[in-house]
């Protein structure tokens, strides 16, 4: 599997890189608003090296996937270091392992922009969320409307297979589910990347 391989030699350098970008303010609001609650049960879907985990609160339950052992061996050591239990599985967002109605809420950052099939991953989210759950989406996507620039093409030509599509939109990957967006805030590099709030309704 391409992303497996790939993140594998990303593993021991993505943290210098995600700090480098400044990021972890965009993480901390995506958190936020979650509003999450003692006890909750959160899942972090492409959790790599567990940076939310330095946002997350304490008083909830974490559960982190990720395609990548190596990554989530980083996030294993960042939480023994941090005190923080955490269950961690390596699997495929598209093919979650859990029950429906499984979780609190759902955290999905710098994933849907590097996973095939996203949409899948997306409808998988939507059914481990427990009804008036959130999922917090942190990004780069194109506004609805936007046409990618010749430039912005031929870049994504070369960053696609490396690390990340760069003309993916949110509302096709939604348009199929009861979420609705609750903020969709520009966060970074002037507003490639968002921080988009989205809730399942209650049944």
């Known amino acids: 599997m391409w992303n497996r391989l790939r993140y594998t030699l990303w593993?021991?350098?993505?943290?210098?890189?995600?700090?480098?970008?400044?990021?972890?303010?965009?993480?901390?609001?995506?958190?936020?608003?979650?509003r999450l609650a003692p006890g909750n049960s959160v899942l972090i879907v492409g959790a790599g090296t567990g940076l939310d985990l330095d946002v997350l609160p304490s008083h909830v339950h974490v559960t982190a996937i990720d395609?990548?052992?190596a990554m989530l061996t980083q996030l294993e050591r960042r939480a023994a270091d941090a005190g923080r239990t955490v269950t961690t599985?390596?699997?495929?967002?598209?093919?979650?392992?859990f029950p429906d109605s499984?979780?609190?809420?759902?955290?999905?950052?710098?994933?849907l922009a590097v996973m095939p099939e996203p949409e899948r991953g997306v409808?998988?989210?939507?059914?481990?969320?427990?009804?008036?759950?959130?999922?917090?989406?942190f990004d780069k996507f194109l506004r609805e409307g936007q046409r990618p620039s010749l430039r912005r093409r031929l870049l994504n030509a070369i960053a696609k297979p490396l690390f990340s599509d760069l003309n993916r939109r949110l509302g096709p990957l939604i348009a199929a589910t009861p979420l609705v967006i609750e903020h969709d805030t520009p966060a970074a590099f002037g507003g490639t990347y968002r921080v988009v709030t989205v809730m399942k309704p209650d049944e």
């Open 67 to 69: 395609v990548t052992p």
């Open 123 to 137: 409808r998988e989210a939507v059914r481990v969320l427990k009804p008036g759950g959130r999922i917090a989406v």
């Open 89 to 97: 599985r390596v699997m495929d967002a598209r093919r979650l392992a």
């Open 102 to 111: 499984s979780f609190d809420a759902v955290v999905m950052h710098l994933i």
């Open 11 to 34: 593993a021991p350098v993505y943290d210098a890189i995600a700090r480098r970008a400044g990021f972890d303010a965009a993480r901390r609001l995506s958190i936020e608003r979650l």
